[in-house]
């Protein structure tokens, strides 16, 4: 049955925890507030550390709305800056990745070398009166930890170590990532019109895995599906347990190729996935790890970044495999991120326009299967780091 107006305006008949007010997905003032609270001071993943494998090797990201340039010194240890120059705020570094001991400000010609140390002001004589010199005009490091080749940062000098921020969120993955030295070949980047949580949540909610043909195939013919348990831990983090999709069933996964080598750790058609919260999720499928992550642009705008990797140096003909089994089922142009790239923009076309007040997460099936848990984990500890009640985000603030 239809509802009127003021049926479809009402709050659900629903415990708090079980759905949410769609405005935390458009609101701008909240989504400044989640730049300073969430991304501004929690561990957030930028890399891996393959894309800077050598001395003086950097590349550039944002995080919180802000530029950093993430680098690895001639002493192989990796830093992070904010990617500003301390004279009049110009973005120093303008490649998006690149090698070089050295940046210029394009503006005034400031030197930095990539330990953040101001190296060089040209006419810097005019300065002594007011006791500027170049020991004391660096850029601002960020606090930079690397854990089984995954490079993150945080803002926030006062946080907490990473690892109590991650706790065990990456024990099911130290084989499978730290075994064999692992580096991208494959990055790209999709601009999507729809919140930077829509995404996320199509990582970590299994009710979205029906939306998928491929998955239909593979996943949903298979009982061990609906029996797996999830591991949830705190800070918002989430394991996927093991399973074994039929990929029998699907098309152009090539199992049966001789040359089939599963990454470290891994039996043949095994699948694991970690969600780190906020934005990343850690997709591991017999031959490939992909890693999706995000950059927040918009309430309504959001970068995703996709990385597949591989185990480096491995033969040419293994390498190629592995390419074709990411861009078959999880590339560009695959059989799964196009379908879940068109989900949350469909959601952002109605939320945009305010066409549905509340999303609703109240499927519970204890745990396993396609529990709505993960989501209310999610939103558990968005509310406690935004301190706002998701449910009622307005109320009480």
């Given at each position: 049955m239809s509802r009127t107006h003021a049926e479809w305006e009402a709050v659900p008949a629903l415990p708090?925890?079980?759905f949410v007010d769609n405005a935390i997905y458009t609101d701008a003032a909240l989504f400044r507030e989640e730049q300073a609270k969430i991304f501004g001071g929690i561990w957030k993943f930028v890399c891996h550390e393959g894309e800077i494998p050598e001395a003086n090797d950097f590349r550039t990201t944002r995080v919180a709305d802000k530029p950093l340039v993430v680098a690895r010194g001639a002493d192989g240890r990796v830093r992070t800056f904010v990617n500003s120059c301390s004279h009049r705020g110009t973005v120093v570094v303008t490649e998006p990745a690149g090698n070089a001991r050295n940046w210029t400000c394009v503006f005034h010609r400031w030197v930095?070398?990539?330990r953040g140390s101001c190296i060089a002001i040209p006419r810097d004589e005019a300065y002594r009166h007011c006791d500027i010199d170049r020991s004391k005009v660096g850029l601002r490091e960020v606090r930079t930890e690397v854990r089984l080749g995954l490079v993150f940062v945080n803002l926030d000098d006062d946080a907490e170590p990473l690892d109590e921020?991650?706790?065990?969120?990456?024990?099911?993955l130290e084989t499978v990532l730290g075994e064999r030295?692992?580096?991208?070949f494959h990055f790209h980047r999709a601009s999507l019109e729809s919140n930077w949580k829509l995404w996320q949540l199509t990582n970590n909610e299994p009710y979205h895995e029906i939306m998928h043909v491929y998955n239909r195939q593979t996943n949903l013919s298979r009982k061990e599906f609906f029996e797996r348990e999830f591991t949830y831990l705190p800070n918002g983090h989430l394991v996927f347990?093991?399973?074994?999709?039929?990929?029998?069933?699907?098309?152009h996964y090539g199992t049966d190729d001789a040359r089939l080598q599963p990454l470290p750790g891994l039996q043949p058609d095994e699948w694991i996935i970690v969600?780190?919260?906020?934005?990343?999720?850690?997709?591991?499928?017999?031959?490939?790890?992909r890693i999706d992550s995000q950059i927040p642009l918009s309430p309504t705008r959001t970068l995703v970044e996709f990385r597949g990797l591989g185990v480096k140096g491995e033969p040419e003909d293994v390498r190629a495999m592995r390419i074709r089994h990411h861009n078959d089922v999880w590339g560009p142009f695959g059989r799964n991120v196009p379908e879940d790239n068109l989900a949350t923009e469909l959601q952002m076309m109605a939320m945009r326009g305010d066409a549905i007040p509340y999303s609703i997460h109240a499927r519970e099936e204890g745990g396993t299967g396609q529990?709505?848990?993960s989501v209310r984990e999610f939103?558990?500890?968005?509310?406690?780091?935004m301190g706002r009640d998701p449910a009622s985000p307005f109320n009480g603030a």
């Amino acid at each position: 049955m239809s509802r009127t107006h003021a049926e479809w305006e009402a709050v659900p008949a629903l415990p708090r925890t079980h759905f949410v007010d769609n405005a935390i997905y458009t609101d701008a003032a909240l989504f400044r507030e989640e730049q300073a609270k969430i991304f501004g001071g929690i561990w957030k993943f930028v890399c891996h550390e393959g894309e800077i494998p050598e001395a003086n090797d950097f590349r550039t990201t944002r995080v919180a709305d802000k530029p950093l340039v993430v680098a690895r010194g001639a002493d192989g240890r990796v830093r992070t800056f904010v990617n500003s120059c301390s004279h009049r705020g110009t973005v120093v570094v303008t490649e998006p990745a690149g090698n070089a001991r050295n940046w210029t400000c394009v503006f005034h010609r400031w030197v930095y070398d990539n330990r953040g140390s101001c190296i060089a002001i040209p006419r810097d004589e005019a300065y002594r009166h007011c006791d500027i010199d170049r020991s004391k005009v660096g850029l601002r490091e960020v606090r930079t930890e690397v854990r089984l080749g995954l490079v993150f940062v945080n803002l926030d000098d006062d946080a907490e170590p990473l690892d109590e921020f991650l706790g065990d969120a990456l024990s099911p993955l130290e084989t499978v990532l730290g075994e064999r030295p692992l580096e991208p070949f494959h990055f790209h980047r999709a601009s999507l019109e729809s919140n930077w949580k829509l995404w996320q949540l199509t990582n970590n909610e299994p009710y979205h895995e029906i939306m998928h043909v491929y998955n239909r195939q593979t996943n949903l013919s298979r009982k061990e599906f609906f029996e797996r348990e999830f591991t949830y831990l705190p800070n918002g983090h989430l394991v996927f347990g093991s399973f074994k999709p039929d990929y029998a069933r699907g098309t152009h996964y090539g199992t049966d190729d001789a040359r089939l080598q599963p990454l470290p750790g891994l039996q043949p058609d095994e699948w694991i996935i970690v969600d780190l919260f906020p934005d990343v999720m850690i997709n591991v499928r017999t031959t490939v790890v992909r890693i999706d992550s995000q950059i927040p642009l918009s309430p309504t705008r959001t970068l995703v970044e996709f990385r597949g990797l591989g185990v480096k140096g491995e033969p040419e003909d293994v390498r190629a495999m592995r390419i074709r089994h990411h861009n078959d089922v999880w590339g560009p142009f695959g059989r799964n991120v196009p379908e879940d790239n068109l989900a949350t923009e469909l959601q952002m076309m109605a939320m945009r326009g305010d066409a549905i007040p509340y999303s609703i997460h109240a499927r519970e099936e204890g745990g396993t299967g396609q529990d709505d848990r993960s989501v209310r984990e999610f939103f558990d500890v968005w509310g406690r780091l935004m301190g706002r009640d998701p449910a009622s985000p307005f109320n009480g603030a």
